[in-house]
Every structure is written in structure tokens, then in C-alpha cells.
């Protein structure tokens, strides 16, 4: 502990070893009694009741009554199905010439324009040659009276295939349609010499999707051989061909999932510190944006829903604050005072779950095809204290888990261990839940489960017009991987609606790593027990070394029951040819080395510990900082310069079997790039001048989005470690 507030210095040596030789006698400390004596001040009434801060909890001890993992609610199993196919074999493209035209309706959507010039721009791309896109409206079919058709276009010239895209009314006359699919669904299917291409592009709402692209994408990714590794010409596979034959075809495809989403890190005040400090123009980051937009297009990333469950108040303060104090958390001090960033509510108080109806009542107002309206608290902060008075603290059950409160006080920082705060902060969602539904009955509230309120409530049912987003599993500690499982699990068993909502890529830095079985494990358990959506943080684009995690991911969330290994086998087959062996064990290895970081993160976050019960000074600011130091010690262990040289010995032996294929190489170089970049982080952690070595990798980093914008996500790697650059130039 760095500062007590509000109690004279002298106060504070006794109180602690008081509260040490109590630890050493084996007494039990409730609720971190320790920094209670040091933090509880008496304060002014609070709404005409004895009121006052502090750190103990007051909420009875509530029996666990459900453990184990919850019941299986949904089958693990690909919604993917071949039907028998009729129809003939047809030659798209032959002898220079296209066979073949492509069809969209008379007055077609966006998602129907965006498909077809997909398929026109891919099919070129594969034979050099042109397609022709046209509205059906200046087409004519005729009928050789044989069972024949031809397209005949206004030209005058003749197609004697043809590929109908969307809504058609061809495709209507042969009976065909998206019935009976999911939104965001598609089907294939040939009928004589054409090809339909039918995509469920409506949600329940009004929202427009994009059936119809995720069926043109597929087409090409199933019988064409294509396949976006990463986005731009370079990691986009065309099969070269002078001739394209496709066989008839009779498949639909659904997502398992209403809502796959993949935050791409778009051009916000984060992303303008990292400018910033790279010197660059915001018009070259953004086209950086767009195109990773395009790649999560490709993959079927997507949503036929309108959930909304972000951090709901943050203008509360500039609204609230003169009128309704009360309002909000009582600090340290006494008052309600709170810095308008992100600020912290007392949500023991009735008339702010009241005021937070309306707030929900409004947006469905507003919005009549909202699915789900937002009722989560802001994001963390230490400004702003969690509200501390008696009411609240009256919700928090003595033996609930055990978390770490980050506060600071005079640009200082401190933790308190203090009880989850889950229970407060359900019962608040509950009394939202409950007021709500009395107006609108089917109304649904989205919330987080996060930060001091991650783990499930202790006694509590999350009312069912809740739906929880957990934000948990990341990879860098094994530990923290399985008490997420076990935390998901809780909340499956006390809520009825759940999403993943991960900052899984946040975290890593950028550097080299490979989580892939472990993340599908742990995506294969979320949706056998209740996963209704995936929503990930954070597509910061680090291409050349979370690349093939980036890529799994997009296929689980579309289809959760398929086959890791075969995805990388398929990746490093489609993206580098003869030298695919040799890709496979680099992943492998690279996976490896990932899996024993990550299990070592945990022995040394005890080691670190330990050392701060041995020694006062040496405490950790936070368990974020200690985790942050564990991280790269074990990564750097896991790293060894032995691994590096094997993972670099890997890629030239790919390189080498490439057999002069420069594309190939060139995919090859960009790996080899986030391993330069692992090396160049490792040394500016170790330098002894740290001022020189943070200008040097700060150099490399925009040497690197100058020639290489794709392998390292410069922009947000720096805002993430800004200041570590606040003497750099």
C-alpha cells in the first residue's frame, strides 16, 4: 500500500503491523479488516441515514448452491449441409474468354452489388480475364426448345452460363430462395446450366445482412481456392487458372451464432496518440482500417442483431451531478465529487436504477428494432473510487471471491482486497430488469460481467430479461485461463442469456504467439453451455504475429465445432504451397513455446508475492502490474534465444523450399518481421538506458509502417505503451 487518506501518518505503522501479526497468528481478517481501520472516516448523512465509507463488507455470508459446469444447452455441431446436386457441369472461363455472366436484380441492394463485385474482381484476378456484371433487367433468357438455355444480353451477345446473385426474379421464377435460413444464411445451387447464389439478407428487424456476400465468399473459398490469410494483395490467395469448371452444387451454410463480431481498431483518441508518436498521416491508419474491415467482410463476421451492452453513463455526471449527488459513489473524502470520466454510480440508491429504466425505456423509443439495450456500468478508472457507503457494501457477501480494488489518491496507486462486487451490481441490473418489463414485457437488457463484478453472483438470479456479456480468457496465464472457465460457468448457472465478450487481443503486446487449441477448447465449452454471441477486442492488426489466432477465431465464431488442426493445415497449404510442412512446425512451435509462457506466468506472479510479504517496498501498484512484470519474465524464458533460433531456422527452411515463388517468400518475410520485433522488445525491456532503447524500437516501429504497415499494429502497440515514449522524440 502506497497512501492512507484522510488519517495522520503516524496512524498508519501501527495499524499495519497490527494487522501483520495478526496474519501471523492465522487470525482471519474479514474483508480486508486491515485497510478498513486505515480507510473508514466518518461522513456527512447520506439521504437522512447514518452513512460511512469504508472497506468492510456488510453483506451476510450467502451459501454457493450450484457448482460444476452448467448443462449443456446447445450441440457442437456444423449447420454446414451438402444436398444432392442437379444440374451440369459448367465452364466459366476458357481460352482467354469469359462463359459466364453475372446476374444481380433490377434494383439490387448494397449487399447484392458488394457480392457481385466480389465474385467479378476474384474471378479476374484467378484467369486475367473480364466478367461482366449486369441487372437482370437488360437481360433476355430464351429457350432453344431443346430444355436449353441462353442469356442473352442487349449486346447481343450470348452466355450460356450464367450466375444469379441475390434476389432475383429468375431465381424466383425457378422456385429458389433463402427460405428457411438464419439471417446471414446462404445457399448454393445449380439448376441446368446456372448458378444461384441465395442469401438470407434480413434480420428480424430491418437490419440489412449480408447473406448473400457470406454466400459469394464461400463459393470462392470452397470451390475456388481462395483464401484471405490477412488483408491486401499479399495475403490473398488466387489459384491462377486459364480454365474454371464448376460442378453442380447443392449447399446451405448458416452462422451458428446472431452476433460474430471482431472490434477492428478504428481511428479514435486512442489510435490518434499512436499516430501521433509514428508521425503519420491519420488517412494512411484508416485505410489500414478499411482494409481489415474488408478481410472481417470475408470471413463472415457480422451481426443479424442489434445488442447493446457497452458502458451505458457516461454522461451521468454533467446531467446528474448538481441535482442528484447522491447519485453517485461516495468517496474516501466524504463527498460524491467525481472526475466526469468515467464515472462510478452508488448503485445501492433506488432512483438510480429508476433513472436507468428510463434510460432504457428511451432507447427502445428511439430505436424500435433494438434487441438489447445497455445497462452496464462504465469502464474501470482510479479516479473515481467504487462507491464504498454502508448500502452498498450491505450487498456484498463476505465470501464471495476475493478481488483487487485499484484505487489511487494523490497520483498513487493502491489495491484493497476487498469481496466481488458481483452482487451489488446484480441486484442493480435486476431492479433495472424489473422496472423495465413492467412497461415493455419482452424488453431485454444487455450488462457486463467484469472487472470487481467478473465472478457470478453468490444467491442471485440475473433476472431473464438480462443478457450478460462476460469479459474473460486471455492466454498469457494459465491460471487466470481456468478461473474464467470456472467464472463462465457461474454465470451460465444464474443467468439464462450469456455472451463472450473477451479482451483476448488486447493483451500480448504484439508479440509472437500461438493459442490456438486452447482458444477453441475454450470457445467449443462456451457454446455447448449457452454462448448466444461472440464479441472480441481487439483487431489491432498485428498480422505478421497473431495472424493465424486472428484468422481461427473468425472461422470458430461462424462455425464453433471445427477442427483446429485442420484450419492451420489449410492455412499453411493455401498460403505457402511447398514450404506448407515446414509452416505447420513453426506454428507448432510457436504454439509450444506460447502454451509454456503461459503456465509459467502463474508460479512467478507467487514468486512476486512472496517477495512483497518478505519486503513492504517491493508491492506491486496493482495485480495488473504484477501480471504485466510475470508476463514478460515468462515470456522471455519461453522466448529463449534457442526457440528464436529454432522458430527463425523454420522459416528458412520454408523459404528455401518456396522454390522461387516470390509471393510465398514474401508471406515468409512478414513472419520473420514479428520475430525481428520480438527481439528488439525484449532488448528495450533489458537495456540499461532506457530512454536510448525506446527510441530506437519507436524508430523501427515507424520504419516498419512505412515498408511493412501490415505485419506490426504500430498505432495502438504505441498508444498501449505511450508512455514509455514521453522522453522520446
Known sequence: MNKKPDLPQSCFPSLLAESVALKKKGAWLPGGIALSLLFSVAIAPFAGASDQWGTVPLGKPVARTESGSPPIRQKLESRFQKLPAEGEEAILF??????????????????????????????????????????????????????????????????????????????????????????????????????????????????????????????????????????????????????????????????????????????????????????????????????????????????????????????????????????????????????????????????????????????????????????????????????MCEECRKLDPENAHRVSLLFSRDNQRFTVDYPSLTNRVVTFYNRIAEEVTRTIPNARVGAYGYSAYRDAPLGIKVHPAITIAFVGFKYEDENLRALDRERWDGWCHQASRIILRPNTFVSGDGLPRVFARRLSEDLKHCYQTGMTAGDFSALFGHWATDGLNYYLLTKLLWDPSADVTAIINDYCRAGFGPAAEPMVLYFAKLEEATDQMARSVPSRIEEQLREEERDPEAKASSKKARGRTAFQASYFEAFDPETMASLRGLLRQADEEAAGDEKIKARIALLRTGLDYAEIYRATAESEDPVEAHQKLLDWHREKFRTEPLAIGSVYQLWKTGGAFRRVK
Open 94 to 387: 476458357e481460352s482467354g474468354q469469359s462463359r459466364t455472366i453475372l446476374v444481380i436484380p433490377a434494383a439490387p441492394t448494397e449487399v447484392e452489388r458488394e457480392a457481385a463485385e466480389l465474385l467479378k474482381t476474384t474471378l479476374e484476378g484467378m484467369t486475367g480475364g473480364s466478367f461482366l456484371v449486369l441487372p437482370e433487367k437488360e437481360l433476355r433468357v430464351e429457350e432453344d426448345g431443346k430444355g436449353s438455355f441462353r442469356v442473352n444480353d442487349s449486346a447481343g451477345r450470348s452466355w450460356p452460363h450464367a450466375i444469379w446473385i441475390g434476389g432475383t426474379a429468375q431465381a424466383r421464377k425457378s422456385g429458389l430462395g433463402p427460405d428457411g435460413l438464419r439471417p446471414e444464411g446462404y445457399r448454393l445451387i445449380t439448376r441446368g446450366p446456372w448458378l444461384f447464389i441465395l442469401g438470407n439478407d434480413r434480420s428480424p428487424g430491418r437490419m440489412e445482412v449480408k447473406g448473400t456476400y457470406f454466400g459469394t465468399a464461400s463459393l470462392l473459398e470452397n470451390h475456388f481456392g481462395v483464401r484471405w490469410l490477412w488483408p491486401g494483395e499479399l495475403g490473398t490467395i488466387l489459384p491462377k487458372s486459364d480454365r474454371i469448371v464448376l460442378a453442380p452444387i447443392h449447399e446451405q451454410d448458416e452462422p451458428a451464432m446472431a452476433q460474430r463480431t471482431f472490434r477492428n481498431s478504428s481511428l479514435n483518441d486512442r489510435a490518434e496518440k499512436g499516430i501521433q508518436l509514428l508521425g503519420v498521416d491519420p488517412a494512411d491508419y484508416e485505410a489500414l482500417v478499411q482494409e481489415r474491415a474488408q478481410w472481417l467482410n470475408r470471413h463472415k463476421i457480422g451481426s443479424s442483431v442489434n445488442l447493446q451492452y457497452r458502458h451505458a453513463y457516461g454522461n451521468w455526471y454533467e446531467r446528474f451531478g448538481k441535482e442528484h449527488p447522491d447519485w453517485f459513489a461516495l468517496q474516501p473524502n466524504g463527498s460524491r465529487v467525481q472526475s466526469p470520466e468515467r464515472v462510478r454510480l452508488c448503485q445501492s440508491n433506488p432512483e438510480v436504477a429508476l433513472q436507468a429504466a428510463k434510460q432504457v425505456l428511451q432507447a427502445y423509443q428511439e430505436n424500435p428494432d433494438l434487441d438489447c439495450a445497455s445497462i452496464s456500468p462504465n469502464d474501470g478508472g482510479t479516479k473515481n473510487w467504487f462507491c
